[in-house]
């Protein structure tokens, strides 16, 4: 935005008198203004990276885009893959009205090669091992640590178990 765009090199020249524009008069007002220069341009530093912060959030491209950039610039060999999940059998309770019969192997006639249906507690429903797996080549060199706080940093707070696997 151009209200952020100040330089103060030119701002601090014009608003001297102009009976005091002389070139000793000019050096000695930069000089007086390294330190707020210093704090401008730290400032412009960290409003460029709120801005990407604040341009990427949680979706799976995005947080594949931000490690990317961050540790594979060059060939963005990073991705990520959903974990694994046991989708739930339902069955019915009795005031629903819809029973549902459920029998063992031999009472069912079932044979080899008919695929049972599995009933999963409430517990064995939920991830099993993770909620995403972050795939990382394995050429690629990089921190697990600083991995893993950028991960934090990105990923939806309610997804707090996953993986970094090389490939």
């Known amino acids: 935005m151009s209200f952020f765009n100040i330089n103060y090199e030119i701002l601090s020249v014009q608003l001297l008198p102009v009976r005091l524009r002389k070139n000793k008069m000019k050096a000695w007002i930069s000089c007086l203004t390294i330190p707020i220069r210093r704090l401008y341009s730290l400032f412009m530093n960290n409003r460029g990276n709120n ?89 690629l060199s990089f921190e697990p640590d600083r991995m893993k706080a950028l991960i934090n940093k990105y990923r939806i707070p309610g997804k707090s178990v996953y993986e970094i696997q090389t490939y």
Request: some cysteine; proline content about 7%.
């Open 51 to 139: 801005l990407y912060y604040l341009s990427n959030n949680s979706q799976v491209c995005n947080l594949e885009s931000v490690l990317n950039d961050v540790f594979d610039p060059a060939y963005r060999g990073i991705y990520i893959e959903d974990g694994l999940y046991n989708d739930p059998l339902f069955t019915f309770l009795f005031p629903e009205l819809k029973p549902q019969w459920l029998a063992t192997q031999a009472e069912s006639g079932m044979t080899d090669f008919d695929s049972p249906a599995v009933l999963f507690t409430n517990s064995e429903t939920s991830l099993l091992t993770s909620a995403f797996i972050v795939r990382v080549p394995a050429s």
